[in-house]
């Protein structure tokens, strides 16, 4: 991805915190990480993210998503002796469509990102609105999309080691490489 | 406590809530919990937390606090194999002065709890702002207490045990016990 478009992602991140009223530290702001998954279409597969801690014990992030914009499906392994990675996903604004592996009713209410159709697996489906959470069990797969305004959602967990993420699309690199320009 | 005090603190804690913008689901808004601490003045010495989610290994709640309302000294102590809770704290409204055990400069902004003076003995100041946070290490004696406009915090921990607690001041019940009124 490159520089410029980080910045201009981190710029509209940062308004939509503005705009809910959730503050951030001038450094925070800065720092806002996107994650456009090496797909090369953030707005289609993308999520923007601020950590505000990530111990050995918990973990605590800010996860923003532009306008029907989707986190590619993904599972949190068990590491070493620890269990997968565990979530509790709480929405802040917007509305958040979360699948998850499980019994579906044979549609959903989103459109799976078009040219991906294969990596998304997973179907159960459940509808945040802002005050409503949903925790997902440890290895489970799940991948998320906003609704037509985007969304916030505050996601506390265990520890976060997200290079470790299990992505269903073999195309996806987790971890950001920026181009300067 | 009595019932109707609770339900009186409950209702101005939710207000807050409302007044910033954080929503939270019916239940939740009706099961705040208010602790007084069984010190029998909740304006002076009290706190009121809405836990979003405590699992075996991590834990998130938001904490109010009234004007100048403090949540006296404690620690968290080890239980069994697992180190003592440790805590982050990030102010979302208003001000928050935390005290933590370490060095401090002599005086402080706020006032302790008048009749309790002797139950808190650690004095390094923090003051957070909306956006600010700090990350108490396990084990460390803390209490902390709002200013003038109130405030409200996000705490982002391990595992809660608060049963185990261990207050300053032996008076203090820290489960509360509600009588019908």
């Given at each position: 991805m490159?520089?410029?478009?980080?910045?201009?992602?981190?710029?509209?991140?940062?308004?939509m915190?503005?705009?809910?009223?959730i503050?951030?530290?001038?450094?925070?702001?800065?720092?806002?990480?996107?994650?456009?998954?090496?797909?090369?279409n953030?707005?289609?597969?993308g999520?923007?993210l601020?950590?505000?801690?990530?111990?050995?014990?918990?973990?605590?992030?800010?996860l923003?998503?532009?306008?029907?914009?989707?986190?590619?499906e993904?599972?949190?392994?068990?590491?070493?002796?620890?269990?997968?990675?565990?979530?509790?996903?709480?929405?802040?604004?917007?509305?958040?469509y979360?699948?998850?592996?499980?019994?579906?009713?044979?549609?959903?209410?989103?459109?799976?990102?078009?040219g991906?159709?294969?990596?998304?697996?997973?179907?159960?489906?459940?509808?945040?609105?802002?005050?409503?959470?949903?925790?997902?069990?440890?290895?489970?797969k799940?991948?998320?999309?906003a609704?037509?305004?985007?969304?916030?959602?505050?996601?506390?967990?265990?520890?976060?080691?997200?290079?470790?993420?299990?992505?269903?699309?073999?195309?996806?690199?987790?971890?950001?490489?920026?181009?300067?320009?």
């Amino acid at each position: 991805m490159k520089r410029s478009e980080v910045r201009a992602a981190q710029k509209r991140a940062a308004e939509m915190f503005d705009h809910i009223g959730i503050m951030l530290t001038p450094e925070e702001r800065e720092t806002i990480e996107v994650a456009g998954f090496g797909l090369g279409n953030l707005e289609s597969q993308g999520l923007e993210l601020v950590t505000y801690i990530n111990t050995d014990r918990y973990c605590a992030k800010e996860l923003v998503l532009f306008p029907n914009q989707t986190c590619p499906e993904h599972l949190h392994p068990p590491i070493g002796d620890e269990p997968g990675k565990m979530e509790t996903f709480r929405c802040r604004h917007g509305v958040v469509y979360l699948y998850v592996d499980g019994e579906n009713s044979g549609t959903i209410q989103v459109e799976v990102p078009a040219g991906s159709e294969e990596y998304y697996t997973v179907f159960h489906e459940i509808e945040l609105h802002p005050g409503q959470q949903y925790t997902i069990p440890p290895g489970t797969k799940h991948w998320f999309q906003a609704g037509e305004n985007g969304a916030i959602v505050s996601e506390f967990s265990s520890t976060s080691r997200d290079e470790f993420d299990i992505f269903t699309d073999p195309n996806i690199q987790r971890m950001p490489v920026i181009v300067e320009d």
